[in-house]
């Protein structure tokens, strides 16, 4: 007889695209379910944050995890790091059912894949969670105290080198679009004053811009309005001011079908991961004469950051590999400019370029698509 059950496919995922290594890790005594993805290891171990999330399907946190894991790859790869891509999820609701013996019981998992996949914290999961795990395996970062890149002391949070290579990627894209080194007066709104969003509005503050900004947590929108002089908008306007640069920092898939055509902004750069709703409103920028710095691209600082943490690099060291943030945006943008084609896709080709070639199904166009599926 047929079983009725809902059969999960794995190798023909849609999502799969050919990832190295998939684990399934189950601990029946602390309740972990978990599943950790390796998209790609040619530039070297997989990193990537472990998310924590009460999916109601495994089939709904195998395709998470297989995106997210996937965009390691292309983001570690254009950032130029030795990092391959992965990523890890923990189905359950991080308020109800975290506790530290299903940190630990992670841990112990992660140990087994001797370091070919590095955790650092997500959403639902935190430095001391990541801290907890690393009672059981040294395969955990962005938990370290130490000097920052900015030579503050740094606790491992990466958001203050993600804001500072967000500012650098902006200014290269104000620099491109409107042939400008100086931010003297150039108008910014920023969505989302969180713990990215305040700090590039202050870099943005200190270079001289006029910066707008709204947050659905009043105190967050105003401290930017208090500490910066920066003026609040509303949920329903932020995107769509008369500004030169619009810079989401809050939640992807703000740029969609209605957003696109009623943004006044030339630019938009901002942190926010999946900015876009679908891949074909990179065209759509495009075809506006907006440009878009690929947010994969721009927001690279805390990738960058959390690598250097576990090789000891100097402060300056880091900064001046986040600035290198600025040269792969003005890659991108001249890129696009020569082939008429949208800079989301140019940066997918960028990174392809720096991660394929070392991988065995490198190679032209054709080759590859035989090692597909
Ligand atoms: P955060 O939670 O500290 O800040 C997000 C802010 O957005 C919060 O203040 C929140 O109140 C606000 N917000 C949520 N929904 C909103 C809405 N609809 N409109 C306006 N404001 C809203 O997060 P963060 O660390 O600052 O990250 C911001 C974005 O950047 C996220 O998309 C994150 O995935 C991405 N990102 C962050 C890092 C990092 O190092 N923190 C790295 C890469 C990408």
């Not at 999820?89 to 992670?106: C, F, H, N, S």
Request: charged fraction near 25%.
């Amino acid at each position: 007889m047929l079983d009725s059950t809902p059969s999960m496919n794995v190798f023909s995922h849609p999502e799969f695209d050919n990832h190295e290594h998939l684990s399934f890790f189950c601990d029946s005594e602390t309740g972990l379910k978990a599943i950790v993805a390796i998209h790609n290891t040619s530039r070297g171990p997989a990193m990537g944050g472990c998310r924590m999330f009460p999916y109601t399907t495994d089939e709904q946190a195998l395709r998470d995890v297989l995106r997210l894991s996937r965009g390691m790859t292309y983001k570690s790869a254009l950032a130029n790091l030795d990092l391959g891509g992965g990523k890890s999820v923990i189905i359950g609701d991080p308020r109800k059912q975290k506790t530290e013996a299903l940190m630990e019981a992670m841990g112990h998992h992660l140990e087994g894949l001797g370091g070919q996949y590095i955790a650092a914290e997500d959403s639902g999961t935190s430095v001391p969670d990541l801290k907890v795990m690393g009672r059981h395996t040294r395969h955990v970062a962005g938990i370290a105290s130490r000097t920052g890149f900015d030579g503050n002391p740094s606790n491992g949070d990466p958001s203050p080198a993600t804001a500072y290579g967000t500012f650098i990627g902006l200014k290269a894209a104000v620099k491109h679009k409107l042939g400008r080194d100086n931010l003297n007066g150039l108008k910014v709104a920023i969505q989302g004053i969180g713990n990215v969003g305040f700090r590039l509005a202050k870099h943005l503050k200190d270079a001289g811009a006029e910066l707008w900004v709204y947050d659905i947590h009043d105190d967050n929108m105003q401290r930017a309005v208090d500490q910066l002089g920066a003026k609040p908008a509303t949920a329903e306007d932020i995107l769509f001011l008369p500004v030169d640069v619009v810079a989401p920092c809050a939640m992807g898939a703000v740029l969609n079908d209605d957003s696109i055509l009623q943004l006044q902004a030339t630019i938009v750069a901002g942190a926010a991961n999946n900015l876009l709703e679908h891949p074909e409103h990179d065209a759509m920028l495009r075809d506006r004469g907006i440009l878009y710095a690929p947010d994969f691209a721009i927001n690279a600082g805390g990738i960058i950051d959390v690598f250097y943490e576990r090789t000891g690099a100097t402060p300056e060291k880091v900064r001046a590999h986040v600035d290198t943030i600025g040269d792969t945006l003005t890659e991108i943008f001249n890129r696009s400019d020569r082939s008429g084609r949208p800079t989301g896709e140019i940066a997918n080709e960028l990174a392809e370029e720096r991660f394929k070639k070392h991988t065995a199904c490198a190679g032209p166009a054709p080759e590859r698509l035989a090692c597909t599926g």
